[in-house]
């Protein structure tokens, strides 16, 4: 089984979006975007009620959560997914990401993250900065890249345009983390955008879209997987489309219950697991959280996982 070392966070930042809608600058390299006829003012605030919806639930099942107000303008429209920007790691750790959309940079705002360090209590011991490797078409998307077996210190990451394979090897070398580096097109033959569509590890499962891996790095990876004793749940790249691995678990303390796993996940990917894959993840986790995010996810093309930005406070 996984180490002793944390998985799973107990407290997340959100960041509550002010002009969300459709991303033309990364609609390239996001198949699970979809376009709609819904103007920008009405965007927003549908995303504003799921968004707001989101947080109340998890905050119910006594999730720690952290909202900051995005601003306009400039405009934003995807400053609802923070953790690609930046990731806050149990050790100090704090690092930023390069990313590929010239809009989404803007996402990175300094008085924020003083804001999130503030209120967090998170202390930063060692700062690593990549956003430089932005003027080389460079890219690593922060934990959309990575999808992180904290216990096991392994990062797996699919290369795709926002994930440079060279780059997340100087990220594990730099974190102490093996790469495993695996390769996931959809139907179509293109990569992914992002590892944390295709791939999910909690402490006791992993949820992966086997059917997308090559063989020889689906036996691998697989293999890998298993080899920690977490539960290996299988789905098809049409649940993936239904952001079934797009999902994160967090943790929770109550004098009650003690330490306790949330799963978080959207209602459309609640709705498209097999019964059979869901009864395995469910006994894997104590409670599981399903968000209404539909035009979060079709507009965005990023799901529950991709708002959730952990806080691994540094101890």
Do not use: K
Not at 56 to 81: H, Y
Not at 214 to 227: E, F, K, M, N
Not at 259 to 269: F, N
Request: contains cysteine.
């Amino acid at each position: 089984m996984p180490s002793a070392v944390q998985q799973s966070a107990d407290l997340v930042f959100m960041v509550r979006p002010a002009s969300f809608g459709f991303n033309a600058e990364t609609a390239g390299s996001n198949a699970f975007q979809q376009a709609q006829q819904a103007s920008p003012p009405d965007a927003n605030a549908i995303a504003l009620r799921e968004f707001d919806s989101f947080v109340r639930q998890l905050r119910a099942e006594g999730v720690e959560v952290l909202v900051a107000e995005d601003r306009a303008p400039p405009q934003r429209p995807d400053a609802v997914f923070p953790n690609n920007w930046i990731s806050f790691h149990a050790d100090g750790t704090l690092v930023l990401y390069p990313m590929l959309a010239a809009n989404r940079r803007l996402e990175r705002r300094p008085e924020l993250l003083d804001w999130v360090l503030e209120r967090s209590g998170f202390r930063v011991r060692r700062r690593l900065d990549y956003t430089a490797f932005e003027r080389q078409g460079v890219y690593l998307e922060g934990t959309g890249s990575l999808v992180l077996d904290h216990g096991n210190r392994v990062a797996y990451a699919v290369p795709s345009p926002r994930t440079d394979p060279t780059l997340a090897r100087r990220w594990c070398s730099d974190m102490g983390y093996e790469c495993e580096l695996f390769a996931a097109a959809d139907a179509a033959g293109a990569p992914y955008y992002h590892t944390n569509v295709v791939l999910s590890i909690g402490t006791r499962f992993a949820v992966i879209v086997a059917e997308a891996l090559p063989a020889q790095d689906r036996a691998r990876v697989l293999g890998r997987l298993s080899a920690t004793g977490r539960e290996v749940i299988e789905v098809s790249r049409g649940q993936a489309a239904d952001f079934c691995a797009n999902i994160l678990e967090l943790s929770t303390w109550d004098e009650a219950l003690g330490d306790s796993s949330v799963l978080a996940m959207s209602q459309r990917a609640r709705a498209a697991f097999p019964p059979a894959a869901f009864t395995r993840l469910q006994a894997c986790v104590d409670r599981v959280v399903a968000a209404p995010l539909d035009l979060i996810e079709q507009l965005g093309g990023g799901g529950a996982r991709c708002m959730l930005a952990e806080v691994f406070r540094s101890r």
